[in-house]
């Protein structure tokens, strides 16, 4: 396993990259993204790698007030972005994580992990599934957007093991059932 660090992008790229998010998902409905992937109230869901914060908000919209969103991102300005729209927007099931990589969740405690074009940028995705899968609950979702990144290579990634197993695939959107 490498045990090498992931570390954040800078500062500057990681304003530049939340602008053109900003800019892209105007056009986007994410919460109807979010809702045919299956989120719905109630759910506990792991935004990793949640930048600034987009699909967090709609999740969090979604799942309601019995819902929980784990908003987790390696950036400390991300973090930032997020809790200041949840102050902004008055959202009280919202808790964000600063880490690299490790949630720091209780095993099988995740209805729904949303891993939306961040994998690219992780150094040790092996690591990264391992510790996904252990806070998926058994009857739990990973859903991955594959942007940057080869859709082959992430379904060999996650179905490595038995760990996941592919679900669904629209275009880059691939879903996978929790493994073993």
């Known amino acids: 396993m490498d045990e090498r660090k992931d570390k954040p992008m800078t500062d500057i790229s990681f304003k530049i990259m939340s602008l053109l998010l900003a800019l892209y998902h105007r056009v986007r409905d994410v919460r109807k993204e979010l809702e045919k992937v299956g989120i719905r109230k109630g759910q506990i ?63 099988e405690s995740v209805d729904v992990v949303l891993l939306y074009d961040a994998i690219q940028m992780i150094t040790d995705k092996e690591a990264l599934i391992k510790e996904l899968h252990r806070v998926t609950k058994p009857d739990g979702l990973l859903s991955i957007l594959a942007e940057h990144i080869k859709v082959k290579d992430v379904v060999q990634l996650a179905e490595k093991e038995g760990l996941f197993s592919l679900r669904n695939r629209d275009g880059k959107l691939l879903n996978f059932e929790k493994g073993l």
């Open 45 to 107: 869901v792991l935004d990793f790698g949640c930048g600034p914060g987009h699909y967090t908000i709609a999740a969090a919209r979604i799942v309601g007030e019995k819902g929980i969103i784990y908003a987790l991102d390696i950036h400390p300005l991300a973090v930032k972005a997020v809790d200041k729209r949840v102050n902004k927007e008055g959202l009280t099931n919202i808790r964000t994580i600063l880490s690299d990589r490790d949630t720091g969740l209780p095993e």
